[in-house]
T-cell receptor, first 112, second 113 residues
Framework: EAQVTQNPRYLITVTGKKLTVTCSQN?????MSWYRQDPGLGLRQIYY???????DKGDVPEGYKVSRKEKRNFPLILESPSPNQTSLYFC???????????FGAGTRLSVL | AQSVAQPEDQVNVAEGNPLTVKCTYS??????LFWYVQYPNRGLQFLLK??????LVKGSYGFEAEFNKSQTSFHLKKPSALVSDSALYFC???????????FGTGTKLQVIP
């Protein structure tokens, strides 16, 4: 089954404790993105990747890191999480030329 | 800079009536426009897209959208609403040739039985 898999689905952590949210897709898509969803703000793009070792900043990259060492994986790293990073996070992948994004089920992060 | 506006936080419509969810955009270059739907506790699902061609685009579950270049709009429509259409709807935009995607703030559609 074609899918984007995020882990974990739920995470509670404390300020400053490094964490990684994993994202994996099995569709051989070139493009992958991370978004955060906040009430009243919709989805905002954090980082995106056009292919292996090619990444770029979205609209809200501060406090986040990404890497794309393999085509299927695109982990999101929070080196020193802060409470303002409490949010619902989505990973997505897409294939040119359709540009249709396929989303993971989401990761709900709480930073205390 | 590119932007997307969804002016209505919530739209209420009676079952069986036509529905419209509004979206306007601003971008330099050719717009790629999308509608996605989000059901509670789920990720987003693709509904339809406009890249080029006919201004009226048909998508999943009986939804359609009309691209209007002069009004920079891409409103989502359905002739007859179902209770199961109740969900959160997002309009999204990317400029052709780039991967930066901008989403609107979302519109909650409530279909009343």
């Amino acid at each position: 089954e074609a899918q984007v898999t995020q882990n974990p689905r739920y995470l509670i952590t404390v300020t400053g404790k490094k964490l990684t949210v994993t994202c994996s897709q099995n569709m051989n898509h070139e493009y992958m993105s991370w978004y955060r969803q906040d009430p009243g703000l919709g989805l905002r793009q954090i980082y995106y990747s056009m292919n292996v070792e090619v990444t770029d900043k979205g609209d809200v990259p501060e406090g986040y890191k990404v890497s794309r060492k393999e085509k299927r994986n695109f982990p999101l790293i929070l080196e020193s999480p802060s409470p303002n990073q409490t949010s619902l996070y989505f990973c997505a992948s897409s294939l040119a030329p359709t540009n249709i994004q396929y989303f993971g089920a989401g990761t709900r992060l709480s930073v205390l | 800079a590119q932007s997307v506006a969804q002016p209505e936080d919530q739209v209420n419509v009676a079952e069986g009536n036509p529905l419209t969810v509004k979206c306007t955009y601003s971008v330099s270059g050719n717009p790629y426009l999308f509608w996605y739907v989000q059901y509670p506790n789920r990720g987003l699902q693709f509904l339809l897209k406009y890249i080029t061609g006919d201004n009226l685009v048909k998508g999943s579950y009986g939804f359609e959208a009309e691209f209007n270049k002069s009004q920079t709009s891409f409103h989502l429509k359905k002739p007859s609403a179902l209770v199961s259409d109740s969900a959160l709807y997002f309009c999204a935009l990317k400029a052709g040739g780039y991967q930066k995607v901008t989403f609107g703030t979302g519109t909650k559609l409530q279909v009343i039985p």
